[in-house]
């Protein structure tokens, strides 16, 4: 394997790793604290709805778009370490 294919693959393995971790942060905002913990968050309220309900409809799509902006800057990071940059 030349070096050139020996970076490739250490960028992409580091690149699925990032996405693992980002998929299942996300993951656990919206179905664990939507769904799972509704009933524990439930008993705190913002803005008079219950916290368990705010996630279910709003808190997990905030989470998305951050974490989208995570990735991006997660990426630029990734793109200078091994040379990919523009």
């Known amino acids: 394997m030349s070096e050139k294919q020996k970076k490739a693959t250490a960028y992409w393995k580091e ?39 705010w996630f279910a409809q709003q808190g997990s799509i905030y989470v998305f778009v951050i974490l989208i902006f995570v990735y991006v800057r997660l990426m630029n990071k990734l793109d200078k370490k091994y040379g990919y940059n523009e």
């Open 15 to 53: 690149n699925v790793r990032y996405l693992f971790i980002l998929l299942a942060i996300w993951f656990v905002v919206s179905f664990g604290a939507g769904i799972l913990f509704k009933e524990v968050l439930d008993s705190i309220k913002i803005g008079g709805f219950k916290l368990g309900f």
